[in-house]
């Protein structure tokens, strides 16, 4: 029996309902973006960034366009650094929208942007980069097991180098205290919220605050497979069909289809669409 928890979230029932909801490979574009902004920058002396930057004090004297031109000012002025940080948070950023779906990876990615926002505008600052970090912090919560090169030689688990992400994060954090630049030091604070915010569920089951219990509704996997396999023999047809596409394991045999346990009954979905339909009820 598959267990998971019997109530979705506010979140999750906004992104079934608005599975247009967004930019399909937003990450793409907003790497891009920073990519060409950095390039600029080289032939510019920083002038652009220095436009383009969120400075409150700025935006209330009408530089509005800071509100919004900020998300894709680079993080390094150093074309190496700049590429391969970009490269980076592409690569997170559609490993993630992959896993959520397009509606909730850019429903994710606008509320960290409008929670850096509000608190830029209170402190007078706020960066990016730590919205763009989040978006590997999620990843690292998922698939804490799953290994990468770490500076493309060291094999190492990505919840290691989550962790270690976080301890440099609150190092500078201490630091910039300690300094007294506040708006230094509560910048990472608006990320770290939004974070929390949609991995909460996840939390909450890790630490106990929510009891899991089977559903009445989830579905018994090996009693589908075993009918599914039953009507293919009887039929001499396919043993698995896409409830979006109609695509069949006859149509593709290399092809992945899985049961969903959100919708009611047993629907099958292909690769394409497990994670980007809307829920049958």
Avoid at 89 to 98: F, S
Avoid at 185 to 214: H, Q
Wanted: aromatic share 16%; glycine share 6%; charged share 15%.
């Amino acid at each position: 029996m598959i267990y998971r928890n019997d109530h979705y979230g506010p979140i999750d029932r906004f992104c079934a309902k608005h599975p247009r909801f967004g930019i399909p490979n937003l990450m793409m574009y907003l790497a891009i973006a920073q990519v060409a902004v950095g390039l600029v920058d080289l032939i510019m002396d920083g002038w652009l960034t220095a436009l383009m930057m969120f400075s409150a004090p700025h935006i209330f004297a009408g530089q509005v366009w800071r509100l919004v031109t900020f998300v894709v000012v680079p993080s390094s002025s150093n074309p190496f650094y700049l590429v391969l940080g970009c490269y980076v948070y592409y690569w997170t950023g559609q490993m993630l929208e992959r896993e959520w779906g397009t509606a909730k990876f850019n429903l994710f990615y606008l509320c960290g942007v409008v929670l850096s926002i509000l608190l830029g505008l209170a402190v007078g600052y706020a960066n990016i980069y730590y919205i763009n970090l989040s978006i590997f912090l999620v990843i690292a919560t998922l698939y804490g097991e799953m290994q990468v090169l770490f500076m493309m030689v060291v094999p190492i688990k990505m919840k290691w180098l989550a962790i270690l992400d976080v301890v440099l994060i609150l190092v500078d954090v201490v630091r910039f205290a300690q300094m007294g630049a506040w708006f230094f030091a509560l910048a990472p604070l608006a990320s770290f919220l939004n974070y929390f915010i949609f991995t909460w569920s996840f939390w909450s089951m890790k630490l106990g605050f929510v009891r899991r219990r089977a559903d009445p509704q989830v579905i018994n996997f090996k009693k589908a497979q075993k009918q599914a396999q039953k009507k293919a023999r009887e039929t001499g047809g396919y043993l698995h069909k896409c409830a979006v596409c109609g695509l069949t394991d006859e149509d593709d045999p290399a092809m992945e289809f899985r049961y969903c346990p959100k919708c009611d009954g047993y629907y099958c979905y292909c690769a394409n669409h497990i994670n980007n339909h809307i829920h049958i009820h």
